[in-house]
């Protein structure tokens, strides 16, 4: 069984899941509960935080060393895959490879709100990432100046990530004419990179191999894995 968890960033995006199944953002124990369940891929994308735990780097170790495939794009996913690269986890889209190069370093970048299940996790405000390259699509057509393109971007780095809505943004900027532009042209980098993600896992044929490292099993994951061993039944 393949797995993508993701949300908000394929919110109304027609996607070719094949069989592949979507569970939504993830948090701490998803993945494991997905390894438990059977998965023989895993892709993350999306994943919450704050009101919830978010996904362990320990989980998706765990699942690496049991040979695994893990994908990592877009948002919580390109987060973790520049963080687990070196022990196997798989970087897929501009967003990532970016994270793994030290391009991008802020956690803020890719971070927004969404709206709750029942609406299929719509996002209620616009990612860093989402306004840099809609920005650039701007400059390569010659529809703002260098300028306007820079006054854009600072101004949507100086709003918090929940307050961070497309209105708000250009009713910070004082430049109203600019927003009409920005709507018709935007761009969602976080979607490019969720939909290449579906993509690679869909296609991976990789057959299970252990790495060439082990698992630490610290007195805290022991416990933990004992205490998910009792609870965690198969779905």
Known sequence: MKIVFAGPSLHG????????VCRGPAEAGAVE????DGASVIGLVDGHYGEVGAVWHKEILYALARGV???GAASMGALRAAECAPFGMVPIGSIARRYCSGALF?????????????LG???LTEALVDVAATIARLLARRLVTPAEAAAIEAAARALFFADRTVDALFASLGAPHLEPLYRAHRVSQKTRDALALVDAVRACATPRVAPAWRLAASPFWTARERRRSSSVTPR
């Open 33 to 36: 509960q997905a390894l438990a």
């Open 106 to 118: 802020d956690d803020a970048d890719v971070a927004i709100t969404n709206g709750p299940a029942e």
């Open 121 to 123: 996790f719509p996002p």
């Open 69 to 71: 495939p893990v994908f």
């Open 13 to 20: 995006v027609p996607v070719a899941w094949g069989d592949v």
